[in-house]
C-alpha cells in the first residue's frame, strides 16, 4: 500500500510561483507512476501532469503546459509539481496518486491506485 501526502499550497497572487511536494510512504513507490490532477469548486478532477516511474516520461495537460514541471526523487519517496507563473483559474485543490503500472500515460483519474488527501492553491489576481 501507498499512502500520499501533498504539501505546499497556499494563498498566492497571480504571477507567483509554487512548487507542490507529494510525499510517499512505502517501499515500492519508485515501481509507480504518478500524476497530479486538480479540482476547482463546483468542476471535475481533471488531469495536469504525470510522470513514470523512472522520471523519462511524463506528460502535462495543454493547459499547463510550460508552466508546470513534474519531477521526483525516488530517494526521498517524493513527486513535486513547479507552478510558474500562476493564474487564478489554477485556483483549486490539487491532488496526487499513485499508478501501479508505473508508465506516466494516465490522462484521467481511472487506474490510479492511490490518492492523497490534496494541497488548497488559490491565486488571487
Known amino acids: 500500500q501507498v499512502r500520499l501526502g501533498e504539501s505546499g499550497g497556499g494563498l498566492v497572487q497571480a504571477g507567483d510561483s509554487l512548487r507542490l511536494s507529494c510525499a510517499a510512504s512505502?517501499?515500492?513507490?519508485?515501481?509507480?507512476?504518478m500524476g497530479w490532477f486538480r479540482q476547482a469548486p463546483g468542476k471535475e478532477r481533471e488531469f495536469v501532469a504525470t510522470?513514470?516511474?523512472?522520471?523519462?516520461?511524463?506528460h502535462y495537460a495543454d493547459s499547463v503546459k510550460g508552466r508546470f514541471t513534474i519531477s521526483r526523487d525516488n530517494a526521498k519517496n517524493t513527486v513535486y509539481l513547479q507552478i510558474n507563473s500562476l493564474k487564478p483559474e489554477d485556483t483549486a485543490v490539487y491532488y496526487c496518486?499513485?499508478?501501479?503500472?508505473?508508465?506516466?500515460?494516465?490522462?484521467?483519474?481511472?487506474?490510479?491506485?492511490?490518492w492523497g488527501q490534496g494541497t488548497q492553491v488559490t491565486v488571487s489576481s
Open positions: 496518486a499513485a499508478d501501479s503500472s508505473g508508465l506516466g500515460v494516465r490522462r484521467t483519474t481511472w487506474g490510479y491506485d492511490y
Open positions: 510522470i513514470s516511474w523512472s522520471g523519462g516520461v511524463r
Open positions: 512505502g517501499r515500492t513507490f519508485s515501481s509507480y507512476a
